[in-house]
């Protein structure tokens, strides 16, 4: 702790105090009514002052922070409303104005607004951030204009919030930029080519589809500078480690982009050694999606997540990533998109385990450490054809070939009261996919709009493992022979074949009622194997095929289904209840058993929003949804899972059943400068697929079965943001409970798992102050099952920057985490990353001088409990690395 106090005081020692002036009013319309999200602008007369800017809330009342012995001349402007103003003379001692707005008689599509700057645009979907008004000019790329943004929030895997909710798409001048995900752009788009940030809440790419579609997506669209929408632009870097160490490490980086009124192309080349990840898992779901989102719940089956690692715990970690993204419009009618990724990251890690295992009358111990190196490959190929033959009518096809591999080498040392084993594992996966779909949306008229979709999908995985050790292991559980040594392969296939398809038309009655009406099938078709054999040190076979083991099972499900959506609009609240009908059936066929069920279920769900105000917002989902096991839960032979586990499906199983429902607030009140987010979410299973464990020492038999025994989960999520003088404050929460019923060793519990978190960021907000910002998080975490578990957790964060000499720019970020258990016993890690830039404005050229893990930290120690096991976990990570970095700016 005294590390970070001494931190605090070089930071505070750096922030001097401004006092400026409180300038407030109301803003209406000349009968009185308040006019909401109405623009008020206060343009200095003099020197050079910043330009302040303010919205007004539901009330119409505003808020500017003014500087002293400066005249303004104050402008208000709204939507179909002549433009006003006010002249503040320098010294004046008025604190107070309430403006009156003339309507123009025109019905205005928006606000226009004579001054060069414009901060804010608020219509009713949309934001629109002026960048200039929010940044300061020292920003490099785009992720520290975001950052500036009022209820903008970037995360460090480079996920966008905007007033607490997700943006889910991501374009650059109207078009996808790379798939839509958000961190290839953050991290990669300058800063300086940025002109207007828009946020398009209810987003649809087919603009006559708005209306009907009820689409939860938030987009956020990049505009460009004018000289920067025909022009070659970006930045290339490159690093090297100076100093003493010998640990090789490098940085190389390229962000080239070109954009045109026609054509628009962008590369992203990233090669390192200091563990940075170029793109996340949330990124690689998006890339590897390939699915209309029109259609829900099919899900991937590649396991891709050790290509986005987005972090540096390991040991060592090179990364070698390339993407490519096109676009061109042909005509008016037609443009084909598309992008390439490849990824290639090889990684050499190390984690030591202590675990207890809990028996019901026993507890048994382990402790393990695991070595492993693991080099993984991704390739990833898309193209999207959209061809509108009129402004009433779109097609789009989209494309995608997908193929990974994965090769991981480890070595695992297990030490229990019986004695030690050291395995060596050897896991191989070779995946590829191809998806496809098809999309038509065709608008009648003003009140009839029909959309077709077909999608096709085709996965093949195929993971080869293979355990070498010098002990017998998984004793009653695996038929081995006795030998020297002991190796046993294990070969698994998985080929999915998925064909789904919707038709919906969409009746719109009049302005407060809509009828909607869905037709869809879905089918699935997939073929499971595996197989498992010791290899004898003499060259010959012991096939665990007699033992049962092995599994062949083909799987066919089909969902056919019909559905109606009634939405109705009562003032201000607007509600949707649905009806759905689906017929399932499912048929499998193995070694020694065929099944077949066939089901008739209904499938209600209701969602209903209310707009208290245009930057205030409650909003209500429900759904009850079943789920079909998949292939593997069915296939009812036995197969390895790990080298201290078993699996056995089981044929027999049915669908799971359950009710999900979620409730979202938000709040924005400008004139206050508070912002407001809550979700809550809700979760009651009434039919349960759940594993039944067995457990012997270590070694672990799972099973699953289907039971009535309910599951509950509940969580919230919610934080509130205030801004003071010149800070933002925000505080969290986040909490979840989880009630379910485990059988462990034939005996049933009820185990209940309680985490929440509380905390608060506090933040600079002042264009002329360095940014700083401290955070602390309180974490508590409990489990109550076989025995009671708890731990508590305290994070603590700090980051800063500074710009000093006009070219200077200094940042350094910190961050630690202590771990209590119920015994009281602590681990602490604390981590520190610092570096100096500098570059002149308006010139290509600049240098860094970095530090990553300042204090050399070797390992990050944490806990965690499951339903019969507690572990405490230490992950060793890279170590301290002193890079070089020179920066060109195209």
Not at 257 to 274: E, L, M, Q, W
Not at 617 to 644: G, H, I, R, V
Not at 806 to 828: A, G, V
Not at 867 to 888: G, H
Request: overall charge positive; cysteine-free; hydrophobic content about 35%.
């Amino acid at each position: 702790m005294t590390r970070l106090f001494g931190i605090l005081f070089f930071l505070n020692s750096l922030i001097s105090f401004a006092q400026g002036h409180i300038f407030t009013g109301v803003v209406t319309d000349d009968v009185g009514k308040p006019l909401e999200s109405a623009n008020v602008i206060a343009k200095p007369l003099e020197g050079k002052t910043s330009l302040k800017f303010a919205i007004a809330d539901n009330k119409g009342r505003y808020k500017l922070e003014l500087e002293k012995n400066v005249a303004y001349e104050i402008t208000v402007s709204y939507i179909g409303y002549i433009e006003e103003a006010f002249v503040r003379e320098s010294g004046s001692t008025i604190s107070n104005y309430d403006f009156k707005l003339r309507s123009s008689g025109e019905d205005l599509k928006e606000i226009v607004i004579k001054h060069d700057f414009k901060p804010v645009i608020v219509k009713k979907d949309t934001l629109v951030f002026d960048v200039n008004s929010f940044a300061n000019g020292n920003e490099r790329k785009m992720k520290e204009i975001l950052e500036k943004l009022p209820g903008v929030e970037v995360d460090k895997k480079g996920i966008v919030t905007v007033q607490g909710k997700k943006v889910t798409k991501m374009l650059v001048e109207g078009k996808s930029f790379f798939g839509g995900g958000s961190k290839l752009a953050v991290e990669n788009i300058p800063a300086n080519a940025l002109d207007k940030i828009e946020v398009i809440d209810h987003f649809n790419e087919v603009g006559f589809m708005k209306q009907v579609s009820d689409s939860d997506d938030l987009a956020m669209n990049v505009k460009l500078k004018e000289d920067k929408k025909k022009f070659v632009f970006g930045n290339v870097e490159a690093g090297a480690e100076v100093g003493a160490g010998d640990n090789g490490f490098y940085l190389a980086h390229a962000a080239l982009f070109y954009y045109s009124p026609k054509t628009n192309v962008s590369f992203i080349g990233d090669a390192n050694s200091i563990g940075k990840s170029t793109f996340t898992f949330d990124d690689l779901m998006r890339f590897g999606g390939g699915v209309s989102s029109f259609l829900s719940g099919r899900k991937s089956l590649s396991n891709l997540s050790s290509f986005t690692n987005d972090n540096t715990d390991f040991l060592k970690k090179k990364s070698q990533f390339s993407a490519f993204n096109f676009s061109h419009d042909f005509s008016s009618k037609l443009s084909i998109s598309g992008y390439w990724i490849f990824s290639k990251v090889f990684t050499v890690a190390r984690i030591d385990n202590e675990v207890e295992y809990l028996n019901n009358s026993s507890v048994d111990f382990e402790n393990k450490t695991r070595k492993g190196d693991n080099k993984a490959v991704l390739g990833i190929g898309n193209i999207k054809i959209d061809y509108s033959p009129s402004n009433k009518e779109k097609w789009y096809y989209n494309g995608q070939y997908q193929a990974s591999n994965n090769d991981l080498n480890s070595v695992l040392n297990s030490i229990t009261n019986l004695g030690s084993t050291v395995f060596e594992t050897i896991n191989k996966a070779d995946n590829s996919s191809v998806k496809q779909y098809v999309e038509w949306h065709k608008s009648y008229n003003t009140q009839h709009t029909t959309t077709f979709v077909v999608n096709q999908a085709y996965e093949k995985i195929t993971p080869q493992n293979d355990w070498f050790t010098n002990e017998p292991f998984l004793s009653g559980l695996i038929p081995l022979i006795k030998d020297e040594n002991y190796h046993v392969s294990q070969v698994k296939r998985s080929e999915v074949n998925s064909v789904d398809a919707l038709f919906k038309h969409y009746w719109v009655i009049n302005n407060a009622n809509h009828l909607y009406t869905n037709i869809g099938n879905n089918f699935e078709k997939s073929h499971f194997v595996t197989s498992e054999k010791q290899i004898l040190t003499d060259g010959t076979i012991n096939d665990f095929e007699a033992a049962g083991f092995g599994n062949s099972i083909q799987y066919k499900l089909n969902d056919a289904y019909v559905g109606v959506e009634y939405k109705f609009r009562i003032g201000k609240w607007i509600n949707k209840p649905g009806i759905y009908v689906h017929w399932y059936q499912l048929n499998t066929d193995q070694q020694n058993a065929t099944n077949t069920i066939s089901k008739i279920l209904f499938q209600p769900q209701w969602n209903s929003d209310y707009e208290f105000n245009k930057s205030e917002n409650l909003s209500f989902t429900y759904k009850l949804e079943n789920q079909f096991p998949k292939a593997d839960q069915l296939a009812n032979n036995y197969t390895m899972q790990f080298y201290n586990a078993v699996y056995k499906g089981n044929t027999l199983l049915e669908n799971e059943k359950y009710h999900a429902a979620t409730l979202r607030y938000s709040k924005m009140n400008s004139y206050a400068g508070i912002i407001w987010n809550g979700f809550l979410n809700y979760s009651k299973k009434v039919k349960v697929i759940r594993n039944e464990i067995r457990l012997d020492g270590i070694n672990q038999f799972n099973t699953p079965i289907l039971t009535d025994n309910p599951e509950t989960n509940m969580g919230f999520m919610g934080n509130v943001s205030k801004r003071i003088y010149r800070f933002n404050l925000k505080l969290k929460a986040n909490l979840s409970w989880f009630e379910y019923s485990q059988i462990l060793n034939d005996i049933n519990t009820i185990n209940t798992r309680n985490n929440q978190s509380i905390g608060f960021i506090f933040k600079t907000a002042y264009k002329k102050w360095p940014d700083l910002s401290i955070g602390y998080t309180k974490g508590f975490n409990e489990f109550s099952g076989l025995t009671k578990s708890k731990y508590q957790t305290d994070a603590i964060s700090a980051a800063f920057e500074i710009t000093f000499l006009k070219n200077w720019t200094y940042k350094l970020d910190y961050e630690s985490l202590k771990n209590t258990d119920n015994q009281n016993q602590s681990n602490f890690y604390d981590i520190a990353n610092t570096s100096i830039f500098y570059q002149k404005k308006n010139q290509p050229l600049g240098f860094e001088l970095s530090v990553n893990n300042l204090f050399d930290i070797k390992k990050k120690n944490s806990y965690s409990f499951s339903d019969y096991m507690i572990s405490q976990q230490a992950i060793y990570i890279l170590p301290r690395a002193i890079m070089f970095t020179l920066t060109y700016k195209l």
